[in-house]
């Protein structure tokens, strides 16, 4: 009995030391990715640090059309009467 419970002690040494060994070399593995995380994330924080302010120039931009567009309301041509006058006058127009 003392022989199968210290092979059995063995065992489970031996078992628990694989688990652990795998644990660890996980552990290192979700480290490493949270470092290669943190460096995108800074990366793509940067990159959008520089487009916000471009975004809101191009906003700017807009507005200021909007309000030159409200201030001459000319009629102008639909989308429609655009594509006739690529073709030449129609009959009947």
Known sequence: MTLAGTVCWGFCFWWMR???VKQNALF??????G??????SKVEHD???EVHPQVNQIKEGMDEMIAVVKENPKKLPTAA??????FGHRPGD
């Open 18 to 20: 694989r688990l652990s």
């Open 28 to 33: 290192d593995q979700l480290g490493e990715q």
């Open 35 to 40: 470092q290669r995380i943190e460096k995108l």
């Open 47 to 49: 990159l959008i640090k």
């Open 81 to 86: 009467k655009k594509n006739r006058l690529w």
